[in-house]
């Protein structure tokens, strides 16, 4: 289930009959079968779970390795084997809502969040235990926060980048579970949980997320926050991305399940409709993308998107302090959204 904002741009089943002894031969294989998928997680478990310069407890209760910044699970890649890391982008987009500009301007007014564990001069990776599967035919790369028991076993607000190389076709997975992604900061952990959390009539809270091509090198690049360039992914990964992106989407989606034939109950942002406005629902503010001169404009032609209005809706506006916002969201399963 998804609802969004967005900018426009320049298996198969085996079915198998057997009698008498038929049977056990198929335990035996389904075992097996369930023997070698195990086999092959935890061989890409500990694959990716690199030797540690230390391990770091957070009190939020993620586990944190810090590795060398040549031993990070990017460089199993194999055309990453003699890649030179670019330790800072070329160029860096500009704008009249530029984080750095903003943060100048409000003299630490915004509320931001930040991560719980201590800062380290290495890689951080947050330790690895599950391998999720996950599919969307339209989208190369997704950024932003997110919540997933079953990645994470836990309901913490999480950093979170997906991103896949054609299209979802064959590749794809979050933040740092298969190698692409090359991270220079040692100060932010991908996938690793951010507080604090906005609350219900209370204080909100912002991320700020950037992803912008560098022109010269062709990488893609993430930035997080105030000045926290994260790394960026070598532009040979990817097919659709090779150029630039033809379009670009902000908003929120869950996993509907429907369980025992009814709409989830998961809610989407705060669990509020977007009608009910600041401190109640979620949003998007100054929302900008970057063009072939590596500015940061004004987004044109924003459309919106919903499947079901009922459940989780969009409102749009534009003022001069948030520049073009939305708000969105809702609680999923209601009387009208049965």
């Known amino acids: 289930m998804r609802m969004l904002a967005q900018q426009g741009f320049n298996g198969c089943l085996l079915l198998v009959f057997c009698y008498g002894s038929g049977f056990a031969n198929i335990a035996l294989l389904r075992v097996e079968k369930v023997a070698r998928q195990k086999m092959q997680v935890n061989k890409h478990l500990k694959r ?3 030797k540690p310069v230390k391990t770091i407890e957070s009190p939020d209760g993620d586990k944190i390795d810090c590795v060398h910044i040549s031993q990070q699970p990017a460089f199993d890649h194999p055309f990453l084997k003699d890649h030179k890391i670019q330790m800072r982008p070329n160029y860096h987009p ?3 809502y530029d984080d750095n500009k903003m943060n100048r301007e409000s003299k630490g007014k915004e509320n931001t969040m930040h991560q ?3 800062h380290h001069r290495s890689v951080p990776v947050p330790r690895n235990v599950n391998i999720p599967k996950s599919a969307d035919p339209d989208i ?3 950024s932003g926060h997110q919540v997933s028991p079953d990645l994470y076993g836990d309901n913490n607000t999480r950093l979170f980048t997906y991103w896949t190389s054609d299209a979802y076709q064959a590749t794809g997975c979050y933040n740092l579970l298969c190698s692409g992604f090359i991270q220079i900061n040692s100060n932010i952990a991908m996938g690793a949980s951010i507080s604090p959390v906005s609350g219900f009539r ?4 912002d991320i700020s997320i950037l992803v912008w091509k560098d022109q010269k090198e062709g990488n893609w690049w993430m930035q997080f926050g105030n000045g926290y360039v994260l790394g960026y992914w070598p532009s040979f990964l990817f097919s659709y991305l090779a150029d630039s992106a ?6 929120g989606e869950v996993v509907n399940s429907e369980p025992d034939g009814h709409h989830t109950s998961t809610q989407m942002g705060s669990g509020r409709f977007p009608e009910e406005g600041f401190g109640k629902s979620s949003y998007f503010r100054n929302i900008q993308v970057v063009d072939k001169e590596n500015n940061l404009k004004t ?5 919106t998107f919903t ?3 009922n459940c989780y809706d969009v409102q749009t506006g534009s003022n001069s302090d948030w520049g073009h916002y939305f708000y969105y969201g809702g609680p999923g399963k209601n009387p009208n959204c049965p």
Not at 299 to 303: C, S
Request: no cysteine.
């Open 48 to 50: 990716l779970n690199k």
């Open 94 to 96: 500009e704008g009249l």
């Open 116 to 118: 719980l564990w201590h």
């Open 140 to 142: 190369d790369n997704e």
């Open 202 to 205: 209370n204080s909100q809270y």
């Open 246 to 251: 033809s379009m670009i989407e902000w908003g």
């Open 299 to 303: 987004p044109k032609d924003l459309g």
């Open 307 to 309: 499947e079901q209005s």
